[in-house]
């Protein structure tokens, strides 16, 4: 067991993951649950950093078959430790820090005549979450915020989307910078 207390300071920096500006600070998002980690996974994506509670844990050779050749630190949890550092009530025992998936408008590339979503102002993390499920299922090229309200790296848009924000290119932006990038492209 790499980490037993929940004060430990690596569980406190888990923790502060919660906040938006340490999150966007860091350039970093949450991924917590099986499901979620594994369409990250699907995704291409890179965990920094793996937390897994071996107490709680299942189909623990899935993930660890899958992160084995990458260079992904690994720290096993107790309960109490796992307990602290996650958001979710009924945890499963996976929790990663992976690099924050959206981008800026003009680090975004899609094709020629696009298919995108734009939605402004969204508020609540479920319905961002709804929209990328459906972005990822009808093959949009990208989904674009103007405006943001709700925070695109909040774990609980992770959580929603059941890890598709990594599989549908995601941008953010003022909703005149938005427009703009929609006339150029």
Not at 155 to 179: C, L
Request: hydrophobic share 40%; aromatic share 6%; glycine share 8%.
């Amino acid at each position: 067991m790499d980490i037993t207390s929940p004060t430990n300071p690596r569980i406190r920096w888990l923790v502060g993951l919660r906040k938006r500006r340490t999150r966007e600070a860091e350039g970093v998002t949450i991924v917590e649950g099986h499901a979620e980690l594994s369409f990250a996974l699907d995704a291409g994506v890179v965990p920094q950093q793996l937390f897994h509670c071996p107490a709680l844990t299942h189909q623990a050779d899935s993930i660890f078959g899958r992160i084995d050749s990458l260079s992904t630190s690994v720290l096993s949890l107790s309960e109490p430790a796992f307990a602290k550092a996650s958001y979710r009530e009924s945890p499963d025992g996976w929790l990663a820090v992976v690099k924050d998936p959206v981008r800026r408008l003009d680090e975004l590339t899609v094709g020629p005549e696009p298919l995108v979503l734009v939605c402004e102002s969204i508020e609540k993390p479920g319905n961002l979450g709804a929209m990328l499920r459906t972005a990822e299922a009808t093959g949009l090229d990208a989904v674009i915020s103007a405006t943001p309200v709700a925070d695109w790296g909040n774990p609980n848009v992770i959580r929603a989307s059941k890890g598709t924000v990594f599989a549908v290119p995601v941008a953010a932006g003022p909703t005149q910078q938005v427009v703009a990038w929609l006339r150029e492209h």
